[in-house]
């Protein structure tokens, strides 16, 4: 069975909705997905501690990281996840697992793509196999990866539904694709 452990921060729901969607796409590949939300109650004097998770993620095929864009980055809440896999660093414990991540931001040019070039180096530090973004519809399309990004999924908050369609059916593909990746 492929295992995918999606390991997201998330405030108002939106980056939750996210979670949603690629883990929907993930299990119509035949993967098992452990989705894990990052509770403000992991952190401790500013310090991520969960040791079972860590153990959970060591035995995945494949992580997809995801968070909220705040201030040009990843949230301080997945920050303290990430700075607390140093440990699984050390011991190269992520090694050549797949990774992928995904963000989504309030302005359409509020500097939403940082976040995912920051999945991308923590996820190089780790030795992992970054998957991006299959767009066969071409830049600018409407219906598909409406911001164009290729690194992960950048969406754009909807004020009327939280989740636009589009960047919903963009996060599923990202889901698929990790999972058919997996041999
Ligand atoms: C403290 C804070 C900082 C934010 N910074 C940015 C930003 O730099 N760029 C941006 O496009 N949106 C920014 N936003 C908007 C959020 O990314 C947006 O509301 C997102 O949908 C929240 O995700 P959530 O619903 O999963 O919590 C910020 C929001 C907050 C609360």
């Not at 995904?102 to 190089?124: D, H, K, R």
């Not at 909807?158 to 369609?165: A, K, Q, R, V």
């Not at 889901?175 to 058919?180: D, H, K, S, Y």
Request: hydrophobic letters at 45%.
């Amino acid at each position: 069975m492929k295992k995918i452990a999606i390991v997201y921060f998330s405030q108002t729901g939106t980056t939750d909705a996210l979670a949603k969607a690629v883990a929907c796409g993930a299990e119509t590949q035949g993967a098992q997905v452990f989705a894990y939300r990052i509770l403000g109650s992991d952190i401790f004097e500013g310090r991520f501690k969960n040791d079972a998770l860590f153990e959970e993620l060591s035995d995945m095929d494949a992580i997809i990281f995801g968070s909220p864009t705040y201030m040009g980055g990843p949230t301080a809440q997945f920050k303290a996840f990430a700075d607390a896999s140093s440990e699984s660093w050390s011991k190269q414990r992520w090694k050549n697992k797949f990774a992928a991540g995904f963000t989504i931001g309030g302005s359409p040019c509020g500097e939403v793509q940082s976040t995912v070039e920051y999945f991308n180096v923590l996820a190089t530090q780790h030795s992992m196999l970054w998957v991006g973004i299959d767009a066969p519809e071409g830049a600018l399309s409407k219906d598909f990866n409406r911001l164009n990004a290729s690194l992960g999924v950048v969406a754009l908050a909807d004020t009327e539904s939280g989740l636009h369609p589009v960047d919903a059916k963009t996060a599923v593909r990202l889901g698929e694709r990790v999972a058919e990746l997996i041999r």
